[in-house]
């Protein structure tokens, strides 16, 4: 995982700090303008050919950051603070959240958005992952089912009461000795739909670990289930809503955020599969019309811009062609829908048949 990352451990990323730092001072000193350069990523472009140079591997150019420029002036000093705070993290052996670091500084900050790109270009800078910089997020990723692991020493037993709910870790590189006896992983978008699960029992009727990142999944939740997936070798099957915002969730879950394509390839997973809703959904399981919501123009130029990713044509074109019938039809529905005619359906057929009979794509 990427806490291999060479050259990542604290003392060899205060060393780079030093050095950014004095080269910095030298150029001041010296009567030159500092400048910084800064690889770009990208693990998509919008090329209706897919014929690109997209790579989770090598960076997409670079931005070059002077003080001659105004924009770029601020966006150093933003950067230097949060390095200044990084650096006291480290050297203290402390972890904190960006809400922490944003607060030190927030009539300067502005805003969230602001602090996270400068992380973003601090990792980019020392080719490193967040959590190398001992900044973490606030968990909010669930997990349940038929699983042990340690975490910082502490047993977390979730095979005792396999429908019980446990936080996922938030240092996920202090998760050690996992076991398991699951057949495989079942990721779902919602906590609504996990919870639906955890009432019916799921997990005891059905050997699998379920989690759920509520929403886009944080950075925690993906790096678990990264490694879960590189120890356990368990198949990893993901239900989200069968809307627009339900496939990009899908798609972050594979391949990345553009966000943090920097760190993409330590993130994805590629080898999760969709188990649904697929838009056929609706007329396999005949859904009635009050469960069909129609999409929104919003919706629409979200779908017709997702269809553009290169990654779509290159490495899952069926996934594409759903997301096309999808437009077609030019109605969206809510996993929760497929339960109208039983409160159970999802847990009682709908999963398990799909699992079973290899109904994913």
């Known amino acids: 995982m990427e806490e291999n990352r060479a050259n990542s451990k604290p003392y060899n990323l205060l060393l780079k700090i030093k050095g950014l730092t004095r080269c910095l001072l030298k150029d001041i000193c010296n009567g030159q303008s500092p400048v910084l350069y800064l690889d770009r990523y990208r693990n998509y472009c919008s090329n209706p050919t897919g014929n690109c140079s997209c790579s989770y591997e090598k960076q997409q150019g670079q931005d070059m950051l002077t003080l001659q420029r105004e924009c770029h002036a601020h966006r150093l000093n933003v950067l230097l603070r949060v390095l200044l705070i990084v650096q006291k993290l480290l050297r203290e052996n402390k972890h904190g959240s960006k809400r922490d670091i944003y607060y030190m500084y927030p009539s300067v900050f502005s805003e969230q958005a ?40 502490r047993k977390i037993d979730c095979i005792n009461s396999p429908n019980t709910a446990y936080s996922i870790p938030v240092h996920v590189e202090e998760v050690r000795d996992i076991i398991s006896v699951a057949q495989y992983i079942l990721i779902v978008e919602k906590e609504t739909v996990f919870q639906r699960l955890a009432d019916d029992q799921f997990c005891r009727a059905n050997r699998c670990i379920v ?19 590189e120890k356990l070798h ?10 627009p915002y339900g496939f990009d969730i899908l798609t972050t879950y594979r391949f990345g955020s553009m966000q943090m394509a920097y760190d993409a390839k330590f993130l994805r997973l590629p080898d999760v599969r969709w188990l649904g809703a697929f838009p056929s959904d609706s007329e396999n399981h005949q859904l009635p019309k009050r469960c069909l919501l129609p999409l929104t123009a919003e919706d629409k130029k979200k779908v017709e811009a997702m269809l553009l990713r290169c990654y779509l044509h290159q490495e ?8 096309e019938v999808m437009l077609k039809i030019g109605v969206k529905f809510e996993i929760e829908a497929l339960s109208v005619s039983s409160i159970a359906f999802l847990s009682e057929k709908y999963i398990p048949s799909k699992v079973q009979h290899g109904v994913f794509i």
């Open 114 to 153: 602001v602090v996270d790109r400068a992380i973003n270009d601090i990792c980019i800078l020392f080719k490193c992952s967040r959590h190398n910089l001992n900044v973490v997020s606030v968990g909010k990723g669930l997990v349940m089912g038929w699983l042990r692991f340690l975490e910082s020493g």
């Open 211 to 229: 989690v759920t990142g509520r929403g886009y999944p944080d950075v925690s939740t993906r790096r678990f289930l990264r490694l879960l997936m």
């Open 234 to 243: 368990l198949p990893a099957y993901c239900l989200v809503d069968c809307d």
């Open 316 to 323: 899952a074109p069926q996934w594409r062609s759903e997301l």
